[in-house]
């Protein structure tokens, strides 16, 4: 697949980096990432729903998801680990059709989630509340 995002993201998190896409057309934003972080993708409507999102997200397999309906206000994707490069895809679907204006205007939030690890005691040790493991 050969796509040439207008824009990269590799730094997060991003707070709400605004946008815009002309009538009629699609804006493609790039996001990577670490293999094992998983990537919280928010994406806002400005214009009265006339945007439609979906995310590509590129690994062993190719995914293709909507992310935002052209009926909702905003959406949220997940990137999971494995996936480090994820293709925001942006298309402009005016109602009524209206090839006139100038561009429709979009915002998008994205950080990396806190990853959940699970600690085990192992035996004839023990876990204080304090956070040190001492031999008992």
Excluded at 31 to 38: A, E, P
Excluded at 62 to 87: C, M, W, Y
Excluded at 112 to 122: F, R, Y
């Amino acid at each position: 697949m050969l796509l040439k995002p207008s824009i990269v993201e590799a730094q997060y998190p991003i707070d709400h980096k605004a946008s815009k896409v002309k009538p009629w057309s699609a804006r493609y934003t790039e996001f990577r990432k670490g293999q094992s972080d998983v990537l919280a993708l928010t994406v806002y409507d400005n214009n009265a729903n006339d945007i439609a999102a979906q995310i590509i997200q590129i690994g062993d397999e190719t995914n293709v998801s909507l992310i935002k309906s052209r009926e909702a206000q905003s959406g949220v994707a997940f990137i999971p680990q494995g996936n480090d490069k994820s293709v925001l895809v942006i298309t402009s679907q005016p109602d009524p059709p209206d090839a006139k204006r100038n561009f429709l205007s979009y915002a998008y939030s994205a950080e990396i989630q806190a990853t959940v690890a699970s600690v085990a005691p192992t035996p004839n040790r023990k876990i204080t509340t304090w956070g040190s493991i001492k031999r008992y």
